[in-house]
């Protein structure tokens, strides 16, 4: 193995087939533009794609006959995917409301959490800050709200100031409440039952727990990255899911100003 001070070095001396592209959010425009002018067919890019939509919009145009998958890296957990054909088969019915816990910024923590409610129950068609985002920062910690499917509210709480990493997702249904723990490693599901007692109204089960597919998406993306170039098809997260959830995002931080 061969460490380069300067990318553009290695693209230069080495023969690439597949090219990670993870510096710094700020350095991911230019380092991609640049490696488009190489004989590289695939790529994975770390997320966001850009500070900037207009960016991330070009890089969609010149990439296009390219494989280029972007890491929210909860779409290689198989685990998630049995999930979401849960609710496309209307297992907990509709989606009532859910909250979202996260730490840091919007753009690049709250965003696994938006990529990951539109992976398993569809787009959102509106939202907005709660709380006010310093101007000038490039990304907030913010409280905001998602409105999904027409009426369905989904509130993202910031954990700033509690000195500690989480990343959880509460889902109330009609028949059911599904909670993703620890990252992603964990899903609860509860299912409705009748009070035992006085059988007058209907209440959660205790939930059942399941460890998550969650150690080997890495490994799972670049193999289908491979299958991808040497196949056809596409990745489980493409560069339009990359977009759209910077599109989000930003509109959030920019309400938030």
């Not at 070095?9 to 990670?20: P, Q, T």
Request: with cysteine; net charge negative.
């Amino acid at each position: 193995n061969k460490l380069y001070a300067d990318y553009r070095e290695l693209l230069e001396e080495e023969k690439v087939d597949i090219l990670s592209i993870c510096l710094p959010t700020e350095y991911h425009y230019r380092v991609f533009k640049d490696a488009l002018n190489y004989d590289i067919d695939a790529f994975f890019v770390e997320k966001p794609l850009s500070y900037n939509f207009e960016e991330a919009e070009e890089l969609i145009n010149i990439s296009e006959g390219k494989v280029v998958a972007v890491n929210y890296f909860r779409r290689w957990n198989p685990s998630f995917g049995r999930l979401k054909q849960e609710f496309g088969e209307g297992r907990y019915g509709r989606i009532v409301k859910a909250q979202v816990f996260y730490t840091k910024g919007v753009i690049h923590n709250a965003s696994h959490a938006i990529d990951l409610l539109r992976y398993l129950v569809g787009e959102p068609s509106g939202g907005r800050c709660i709380s006010e985002i310093p101007a000038g920062a490039e990304d907030g910690e913010a409280d905001f709200y998602l409105d999904f499917n027409g009426d369905t509210g989904v509130y993202f709480v910031n954990t700033q100031g509690c000195g500690y990493n989480i990343f959880e997702i509460d889902i109330l249904a009609e028949r059911g409440r599904v909670s993703i723990k620890q990252r992603g490693q964990q899903i609860e599901r509860f299912d409705v039952i009748e009070e035992p007692f006085y059988k007058k109204f209907d209440i959660i089960e205790e939930g059942m727990v399941e460890e998550t597919e969650w150690r080997n998406c890495t490994t799972r993306a670049i193999t289908e990255i491979v299958n991808c170039r040497l196949h056809g098809g596409g990745p489980s997260c493409t560069m339009v899911d990359g977009v759209r959830v910077l599109e989000i995002s930003l509109v959030v931080v920019e309400s938030g100003r």
